[in-house]
Nanobody, 126 residues
Framework: QVQLVESGGGLVQAGGSLRLSCAAS????????MGWFRQAPGKEREFVAT????????YYVDSVKGRFTISRDNTKNTVYLQMNSLKPEDTAVYYC???????????????????WGQGTQVTVSS
């Protein structure tokens, strides 16, 4: 069965960096676009970044452009989110997700993702 396991979250001061990883199993990883989303307390889950199946296309929410970088290693079935210049407003639980369709383009729409990890907490102190 599909499994997505996030890691790398933690507590960091504003201006610091974290690298999230999401290890995938149970499906042919290289056929699917992947996404990172986040959910802060009392808020809806929001799109953060997405990457096409071969890594050639990436898209970001405006609030993280220039600070976050999504990447993937299809030989390791892993997608990453490098987060630099972190701000307190980046505090949230971060989730990785698998697109619902093979060969589909990268997408920012929550409804296009069918499998989700359990999430990893990122806390940025001011």
């Amino acid at each position: 069965q599909v499994q997505l396991v996030e890691s790398g979250g933690g507590l960091v001061q504003a201006g610091g960096s974290l690298r999230l990883s999401c290890a995938a199993s149970g499906f042919t990883f290289s056929l699917y676009a992947m996404g990172w989303f986040r959910q802060a307390p009392g808020k809806e889950r929001e799109f953060v970044a997405t990457i096409s199946r071969l890594g050639s296309h990436t898209y970001y929410v405006d609030s993280v452009k220039g600070r976050f970088t999504i990447s993937r290693d299809n030989t390791k079935n892993t997608v990453y989110l490098q987060m630099n210049s972190l701000k307190p407003e980046d505090t949230a639980v971060y989730y990785c997700a698998e697109h619902k369709s093979p060969y589909a383009s990268a997408s920012s729409r929550t409804g296009d993702y069918v499998y989700w990890g359990q999430g990893t907490q990122v806390t940025v102190s001011s």
